[in-house]
Nanobody
Framework: EVQFVESGGGLVQAGGSLRLSCAASGFSFDRYAIGWFRQAPGKEREGVSYINSSDGSTYYVDSVKGRFTISSDKVKNTVYLQMNSLKPEDTAVYHC???????????????WGQGTLVTVSS
């Protein structure tokens, strides 16, 4: 069974940092890209970043470039999202899932888990 356990969210002031973790199991970690997606209250879910586990290549949406860093630990089957210089608009529930990348498009392969809530106060 494919499972993702997200953790590391919390309440932080604007300008602060958080590090999210995504522990994955139930599939061959090296064969997939893993992406972080987020859903803010009243808004549609959006992709934030992904990492190709096979070669370590990464992608970020413009709104987080230079502030967020995605990384992975193949031994622990865990993906991290280091979030610096957080803004109130980063407030959302963050999810990680296997991600299908097709050209400039990328989308989630798995159903959404519980995620981890990030709240950034102004």
């Amino acid at each position: 069974e494919v499972q993702f356990v997200e953790s590391g969210g919390g309440l932080v002031q604007a300008g602060g940092s958080l590090r999210l973790s995504c522990a994955a199991s139930g599939f061959s970690f090296d064969r997939y890209a893993i992406g972080w997606f987020r859903q803010a209250p009243g808004k549609e879910r959006e992709g934030v970043s992904y990492i190709n586990s096979s070669d370590g290549s990464t992608y970020y949406v413009d709104s987080v470039k230079g502030r967020f860093t995605i990384s992975s630990d193949k031994v622990k089957n865990t993906v991290y999202l280091q979030m610096n210089s957080l803004k109130p608009e980063d407030t959302a529930v963050y999810h990680c899932v296997r991600t299908i990348v097709s050209g400039i498009d990328w989308y989630a392969l798995d159903a959404w888990g519980q995620g981890t809530l990030v709240t950034v106060s102004s």
